[in-house]
């Protein structure tokens, strides 16, 4: 199918285009092949000894040892569970703050816009420390309560933007067949923003997962800190590989988040993908003349 917004590429730019593709291609992999051959080179350190590569064998012995990856288990079970915890509370402040937002009233929507533009603007971090020195709720409670109120306002946003998005028809639709204000948002506007937004809120969700390392530093003790914990137990020199084996178990989790959020909103999501407001006509059933113009067939064929 051809494109009204450009032309179609001919027998040179479409060669090009491959000799681009293909130089690029060759240049990441030098790339990567260089940085791979660089950590692996001999270091010297700052008193004259020399070190092995990352890739040494001697760098990875530690990884033998069960108690290793049963505390790097515990640290990313850890990581699960605040992490599932967090995105309950999440998703269900974040449907909260978008009725809060797209409400009539406004000594609702105004107070709720304040929290939003607050909550949003103050680090992650922060709100952890202050949340865990103030009201001493725990490690655990304090990245919870933290991650559950950053992200709930990013998907409430979300959401009040899908919201905003529908036709005023859904709503007024909502109200004349008798439904309340809350009725029609909670049965006919949330659903249809809901799946709307959902590659955002998804995407939010891994953001979320991630910032689970955030609560190292309230002394929870999560993926990055049983990392950073074998680190100092073993010495530095297996620094570099516990970071390599933590980012390999952050990135399995992570993709294994994005691979089942996509299954789910595969499966609950429309078929047309979204709302729209063009509707298809049936198509038109060609009329009798018989029926149309009786008299004047009549007159033509003879008949009284």
């Given at each position: ?23 690029t291609a060759l240049l990441i992999a030098a790339g990567l092949v260089w940085l791979i051959l660089a950590l692996g080179a001999p270091k010297t350190s ?183 914990s074998m680190t100092n137990f073993f010495g530095s020199r297996y620094s ?65």
């Amino acid at each position: 199918m051809t494109s009204v917004l450009y032309d179609a590429p001919g027998p040179k730019a479409i060669l090009r285009s491959r000799i681009f593709s293909v130089v690029t291609a060759l240049l990441i992999a030098a790339g990567l092949v260089w940085l791979i051959l660089a950590l692996g080179a001999p270091k010297t350190s700052a008193n004259g000894a020399v070190q092995p590569g990352l890739w040494d064998p001697t760098r990875w012995d530690v990884f033998s040892d069960r108690e290793v990856w049963r505390t790097l288990g515990r640290g990313a079970l850890n990581t699960l569970r605040m992490a599932g915890v967090a995105a309950v509370f999440a998703l269900l402040l974040g449907v909260l703050f978008s009725f809060g937002r797209v409400s009539d009233t406004k000594w609702i929507r105004i107070p709720t816009t304040v929290v939003l533009e607050f909550v949003r603007g103050m680090p992650v971090l922060l709100m952890m420390l202050f949340i865990l020195l103030v009201f001493s709720t725990g490690s655990f409670w304090a990245g919870v309560a933290a991650l559950s109120v950053y992200n709930g306002a990013i998907i409430g946003e979300a959401l009040r933007a899908g919201i905003k998005s529908l036709p005023r028809g859904q709503r007024e639709a909502g109200l004349a067949i008798g439904l309340t204000p809350v009725a029609t948002r909670l049965r006919i506007e949330f659903p249809q923003a809901f799946r709307q937004m959902l590659p955002i809120i998804i995407a939010q969700l891994v953001v979320l997962l991630k910032d689970t390392s955030l609560a190292f530093v309230v002394g929870y003790e999560e993926l990055l800190r049983s990392g950073t914990s074998m680190t100092n137990f073993f010495g530095s020199r297996y620094s570099f590989s516990f970071f390599l084996v933590v980012l390999a178990i952050y990135l399995t989790m992570n993709l294994l988040l994005s691979w089942l959020a996509r299954v789910i909103a595969r499966r609950t999501g429309s078929k047309s993908g979204g709302v729209t407001t063009e509707t298809k006509a049936p198509p038109e059933k060609p009329l009798d003349p018989e029926l149309v113009y009786p008299a004047a067939l009549g007159n033509q064929m003879g008949k009284p």
